[in-house]
């Protein structure tokens, strides 16, 4: 079993137009794209098929299957190499050809489209278990929003049901107006007096977060500076 490529792409579906344009090609059976690594030694070959991805590695010398990076115990700086440069390759297509694929709520789903034709932002994984992930401007790079998964008990209810929850940024004379501890709550794992946070279950309206969204990535881009009236 392939336990590098099951946690590469386990939270991650394929984006067919990112696919091609990567350089897939598709056949009978899936979509495909073949390339080589290590400076020609080994030819690896990267399958799409109902959205699962699978691939094999070939020795070029040889035209055998080469499966010894799949082996936890082996060791040694040449099966390492071939284990970095298939690992590193597949890290490169998940980045540029799939989108994540965790979040399951229809408004989170929503969100996840609003940001992407709006801005031009994917989500960026940046923890191990990838329950929780980030959009953050481009020109600046800083954060204008969180989404998570987290347990409604944490939030302050009364359940241990897992919730899927958005985190934006809001000025806090605002936040102090419209934070009401039942639609719009103080943030989680944030500061809590310049994020807020969202279950997206439906309770708040997508429009409504969307304008939320537009202020939180507004508060994210780069500060005017305040000039002095100097007068005539």
């Known amino acids: 079993m392939d336990q590098i490529i099951q946690r590469v792409f386990r939270y991650r579906s394929p984006d067919p137009a990112k696919l091609e344009a990567f350089g897939f090609s598709g056949e009978a059976d899936g979509r495909y794209y073949e390339t080589e690594i290590l400076d020609g030694q080994f030819r690896v070959r990267v399958r799409v098929c109902d959205n699962a ?15 010894l990076h799949l082996v936890e115990s082996a060791e040694g700086s040449f099966v390492g190499g071939v284990r970095s440069a298939y690992e590193a390759l597949l890290e490169k297509i998940a980045a540029q050809c799939c989108y994540g694929d965790i979040f399951k709520s229809a408004v989170s789903k929503a969100v996840i489209s609003v940001i992407r034709e709006k801005y031009g932002d994917e989500l960026e994984f940046l923890w191990d278990d990838e329950d929780a992930a980030i959009w ?5 790079g800083k954060w204008y929003g969180v989404l998570m998964t987290v347990s409604r008990r944490k939030l302050g209810f009364d359940s241990d049901e897992i919730a899927e929850v958005i985190d934006l940024k809001m000025l806090p004379e605002e936040l102090e107006r419209r934070v009401d501890g039942v639609r719009i709550l103080r943030g ?4 809590k007096n310049h994020w807020i946070s969202i279950v997206t279950d439906g309770s708040v309206p997508l429009g409504e977060i969307e304008e939320l969204i537009e202020k939180s990535y507004s508060l994210a881009g780069k500060k005017v500076k305040k000039t002095k009236n100097l007068g005539a």
């Not at 991805?53 to 499966?67: G, K, L, Q, R, W």
């Open 136 to 140: 953050r401007r481009k020109d600046t």
């Open 188 to 191: 989680y794992h944030m500061n």
């Open 53 to 67: 991805f699978s691939a094999c590695i070939t020795d070029c010398e040889t035209d055998e299957p080469y499966t």
